[in-house]
Structures are given as C-alpha cells and as structure tokens.
C-alpha cells in the first residue's frame, strides 16, 4: 500500500479527565470530510463513528452502554453541526428516540429471535448498565444504493454471507465499513462460527479492497489500514488450509500459533477451534 494514500490522524481527542473517561476518539481528516472514531473499550468491544461533512454529521453504529451514549452524545454536541442521519448497520445501539436509518430487511432482523435474544441476553448479562432499546422510527435503505447525506455518499452493501443482513458501507469513496474491522489478532467465534464463515469472510475482506478505500473500520474494532485487510486475508487462509490438516482443536491451536506466535487475543484461537474442530 502506498502510505501517502492512508488519511492523516489529525488527532487523539481527550474525553473528560483521564480519570472520566470511558472511551477514546481518534480524528481522521479524509480532505473532503471527516471520519470521528469513537472506541468505546466497552465489554464488546463496540466502535461507534461519526461522519462530519462541511454543514452537517452522519452517526454510525451509536454506543449501547450508558456512560459511552452520555460520552459520545457530549462529543457530537461539541461539534456544533446538525445530525442529518443515523445509521444502526449491525448496532441498534443509544439512539434512543431518533429515527434512524438501515439496510433492507434489518429492521425485521432486529425484531426476530437471534437478535432479539441477542439483546435479551445484554439485558439480562449488563442490567442498567445498557440501554433501552430505541423507539425511533426505522426506515431501510435498497443494497446496491447509494445514498448523499451530508454532502458524502453512502453505497449500502452486502456484507459477508454468513454475518447478520447488515450492510458494509463504502463511506465518501475511501472509509469502507463492516461488522469486524479487520484487525492484526486472531479472529472471534462470534465472527467466523464455521468453515464457511471463513470463505464468507475471506470474499468479503477482497470486495473491501477492490472498493477503492483507503481506511477500514468496523463495529468492533476500530480503523486499520489495507495492509491489516490483506494480513486477515492471509490469517484466514491459513487457518482454512491447516483446518485440513488438524483432526483436534488442540492441534489447530498449536500449528496456528506456530504460524503467528506473537499474535494477541489468544483465547479466540482457543475458541475459535472449537467450533470449527469437531
């Protein structure tokens, strides 16, 4: 990757005093706009955006946790611009009673038993410490459309097969957004639960870098470059091939941790294989 390409983090915003803050927001300056990462260091590891054009904001994937929504909504008064949309991708999130906008046949997903049981289960693991489910209207957007709010455009599309029916957007051109921001760790059950989550994923991290982006971000995780696209690349290829190999989880784990031994997040791997070696 050429590294003049990669957008410039213009700044590390402090939130409140060291002691105060819950969560971190990173700037980057994409010319034409404006890219807000807010990471929330919440249980989930949730990372909310906002998207500043030159009159107006765009929110991505709100905060669920009641002291990251008080953080972040302080943050996006600060910015002293209107909200021209909201988009709740694969987060309902604290958006409370404002409309918000997301992918075709989202809204009923989120009604429906696995995200619903999803967010019971939040309810009853977290308590108060959560919020309330919104109550705004919801209106969907077509896949393969792209939308202009706040002077960007917003091509809505899909994400990985074996995900959730959200969407990955391509933000201005040069933020390409999906559910798991690539990362240099090894990888979630949540995010590869079976042999065919891997070849999903796999597709999906090449359509993002044939997108033309520049800058790579998600609902867990944060923003990374393409260089971190094409290492997740190459993660999940390997794994897929000693996947062949290995009969036990036990020998996933060790002929994957021969392959990256300084990779964090070890306890995925562990996980990991046991879904995928049965």
Request: glycine content about 8%.
């Given at each position: 990757?050429?590294?003049?390409?990669?957008?410039?983090?213009?700044?590390?915003?402090?939130?409140?005093?060291?002691?105060?803050?819950?969560?971190?927001?990173?700037?980057?300056?994409?010319?034409?706009?404006?890219l807000?990462v807010?990471?929330?260091?919440?249980?989930?590891?949730?990372?909310?955006?906002?998207?500043?054009?030159?009159?107006?904001?765009?929110?991505?994937?709100?905060?669920?946790?009641?002291?990251?929504?008080?953080?972040?909504?302080?943050?996006?008064?600060?910015?002293?611009?209107?909200?021209?949309?909201?988009?709740?991708?694969?987060?309902?999130?604290?958006?409370?009673h404002?409309?918000?906008?997301?992918?075709?046949?989202?809204?009923?997903?989120?009604?429906?038993?696995?995200?619903?049981?999803?967010?019971?289960?939040?309810?009853?693991?977290?308590?108060?410490?959560?919020?309330?489910?919104?109550?705004?209207?919801?209106?969907?957007?077509?896949?393969?459309?792209?939308?202009?709010?706040?002077?960007?455009?917003?091509?809505?599309?899909?994400?990985?097969?074996?995900?959730?029916?959200?969407?990955?957007?391509?933000i201005?051109?040069?933020?390409?957004?999906?559910?798991?921001?690539?990362?240099?760790?090894?990888?979630?059950?949540?995010?590869?639960?079976?042999?065919?989550?891997?070849?999903?994923?796999?597709?999906?991290?090449?359509?993002?870098l044939?997108?033309?982006?520049?800058?790579?971000?998600?609902?867990?995780?944060?923003?990374?470059?393409?260089?971190?696209?094409?290492?997740?690349?190459?993660?999940?290829?390997?794994?897929?091939?000693?996947?062949?190999?290995?009969?036990?989880?036990?020998?996933?784990?060790?002929?994957?941790?021969?392959?990256?031994?300084?990779?964090?997040?070890?306890?995925?791997?562990?996980?990991?294989?046991?879904?995928?070696?049965?």
């Amino acid at each position: 990757m050429n590294k003049n390409l990669f957008p410039v983090l213009m700044s590390v915003v402090a939130l409140g005093t060291p002691a105060q803050a819950k969560g971190k927001m990173e700037v980057y300056d994409l010319q034409r706009f404006k890219l807000h990462v807010y990471y929330t260091n919440d249980a989930l590891g949730d990372a909310s955006y906002i998207i500043e054009g030159n009159d107006s904001l765009v929110t991505l994937e709100q905060p669920l946790f009641r002291e990251n929504i008080a953080e972040y909504n302080a943050y996006l008064d600060s910015l002293n611009k209107p909200v021209a949309k909201r988009i709740a991708d694969y987060h309902v999130g604290g958006t409370d009673h404002h409309e918000i906008t997301m992918a075709e046949g989202m809204p009923a997903f989120t009604k429906g038993t696995v995200y619903g049981g999803m967010m019971q289960h939040f309810a009853e693991v977290f308590g108060d410490a959560i919020t309330d489910l919104p109550t705004g209207k919801q209106s969907e957007v077509a896949f393969d459309s792209t939308q202009q709010w706040a002077g960007i455009s917003f091509r809505f599309l899909h994400g990985a097969a074996t995900d959730f029916p959200g969407a990955s957007l391509l933000i201005g051109e040069k933020v390409y957004y999906t559910h798991w921001a690539p990362a240099k760790a090894h990888i979630s059950p949540l995010q590869v639960g079976s042999r065919e989550a891997i070849d999903a994923e796999i597709a999906e991290a090449e359509r993002s870098l044939q997108s033309g982006a520049v800058l790579f971000i998600g609902g867990h995780g944060g923003a990374a470059d393409a260089e971190t696209v094409h290492f997740k690349i190459q993660y999940l290829s390997t794994m897929k091939r000693l996947l062949s190999e290995c009969s036990t989880p036990e020998q996933l784990v060790a002929a994957m941790q021969q392959a990256y031994p300084d990779l964090p997040a070890a306890n995925n791997l562990t996980d990991l294989a046991k879904v995928l070696v049965k």
